[in-house]
């Protein structure tokens, strides 16, 4: 199974200040079509995950973009430029290029 | 707009059975992929498994800790999904969701849609 490594796995922040997550795998994402999928999630307290960034840089419908991916092979970044009270919660990524799909195991993403 | 509404869960005594039922609304259910992925309490994700859809002859994927014990089905005519879960562990105790899998164009895969959630508690 390909192994999800994130750091920093909690991330205090001040509002208004940038955030960064990255999220290491332990084998290439690079599928045999030529595409990575490499997903950012976020759950707020008691919601469901929501999806963020799909193909380590594609926001998602609705995302704002404060948000962005970045990275390739086995390294990946979520940043958010500038962080507001809503984005409080934990950030998961996620490979879905191989069986089984593996997730990160989450940053935890609070204000200071 | 899509909506998945997971049911089912409750307390079950270690080897036990339950069946999560995750009705869908919104979309054309029958065209899409659909998975169950869990959360055991205070923990991270974890991928259960998938049902491919009508296209795809209905195939199905297992992570390896649940093969041999939980079954995805679905009624495409109910735009329901199943998850048959037995013999079940201490360890199978989380949040069950199910989530959309989209397969677009341009090779866009990603999970769009999340239900709820339904918590299963396995313990004697």
């Known amino acids: 199974d390909i192994v999800m490594t994130q750091t920093p796995l909690s991330s205090p922040v001040t509002l208004g200040q940038p955030a960064s997550i990255s999220c290491r795998s332990s084998?290439?994402?690079?599928?045999?079509?030529?595409?990575?999928?490499l997903s950012w999630l976020q759950q707020r307290p008691g919601q469901p995950p929501r999806l963020l960034i799909y193909?380590?840089?594609n926001r998602f419908s609705g995302v704002p973009d404060r948000f962005s991916g970045s990275g390739a092979g086995t390294d990946f970044t979520l940043k958010i430029s500038r962080v507001e009270a809503e984005d409080v919660g934990v950030y998961y990524c996620?490979?879905?290029?191989?069986?089984?799909?593996?997730f990160g195991q989450g940053t935890r993403l609070e204000i200071k | 707009e899509g909506q998945l509404v997971e049911s089912g869960g409750g307390l079950v005594q270690p080897g036990g059975s339950l069946r999560l039922s995750c009705a869908a609304s919104?979309?054309?259910?029958?065209?899409?992929?659909m998975d169950w992925v869990r959360q055991a309490p205070g923990k991270g994700l974890e991928w259960v498994g998938r049902?491919?859809?009508?296209?795809?002859?209905?195939?199905?994927k297992y992570a390896a800790s649940v093969k041999g014990r939980f079954t995805i089905s679905r009624d495409d005519s109910k735009n329901s999904l199943y998850l048959q879960m037995n013999s079940l562990k201490t360890e199978d105790t989380a949040v069950y969701y199910c989530?959309?899998?989209?397969?677009?164009?341009?090779?866009?895969?990603?999970?769009?849609?999340w239900g709820q959630g339904t918590l299963v508690t396995v313990s004697s």
């Open positions: 989530a959309r899998y989209r397969v677009g164009a341009s090779r866009d895969y990603y999970f769009d849609y």
């Open positions: 919104g979309f054309s259910f029958s065209d899409h992929y």
């Open positions: 049902s491919r859809d009508k296209a795809s002859s209905y195939t199905t």
């Open positions: 084998e290439s994402l690079v599928h045999s079509d030529g595409k990575t999928y």
């Open positions: 193909k380590i840089s």
């Open positions: 996620m490979q879905d290029t191989q069986f089984p799909i593996t």
